[in-house]
């Protein structure tokens, strides 16, 4: 059998006097780097909030304005809709047949034929047989 011997480790040496004793635990400053990539990235954060705050507003905007757009379409579309009823009852009462209709319907006497005017060149026309009819006094 081997005998062993105990194993001898040198005793810890006193600290000195003129030096002052380290101590185990030391104030940790926080590293300047992480603090401005902390602030980079919280103002990117923001500066992208911002960004789809001000898009989703464009887009409300747009949405808002081609609602009022189709709106103004459809009451420019009834309008001219009834611009052409119009139109077309214009047209018809413009006619001579419309016409007929009309004194027919105001209660005005029919003449017995239909004569149609045409213009006359001066002096072409015969002088009145009676004197002058804007003279006599209306009583």
Same mark, same amino acid.
């Given at each position: ?20 004793? !380290? +101590?185990? *635990?030391? &104030? =940790?400053?926080? $590293? ?12 990117? %954060? ?33 309008? !001219? +809709?009834? *611009?052409? &009823? =119009?139109?077309? $009852? ?12 009309? %004194? ?36």
């Amino acid at each position: 059998m081997v005998a062993t011997q105990p194993v001898r480790r040198p005793a810890a040496r006193p600290a000195r006097q003129g030096q002052p004793r !380290q +101590a185990n *635990l030391r &104030v =940790v400053r926080p $590293d300047h780097r992480i603090r401005v990539v902390g602030m980079l990235g919280t103002a990117v %954060a923001v500066g992208l909030f911002a960004v789809l705050f001000v898009v989703a507003a464009l887009h409300a905007l747009l949405v808002q304005t081609q609602a009022q757009i189709d709106a103004q379409r459809v009451a420019n579309a009834a309008v !001219q +809709a009834e *611009l052409a &009823v =119009v139109n077309a $009852d214009l047209a018809r009462v413009d006619s001579p047949e419309g016409l007929e209709q009309w %004194a027919i319907n105001a209660g005005l006497v029919l003449a017995p034929e239909v004569v149609i005017l045409s213009p006359v060149a001066l002096d072409t026309l015969a002088p009145p047989t009676s004197g002058n009819p804007f003279s006599e006094a209306v009583g």
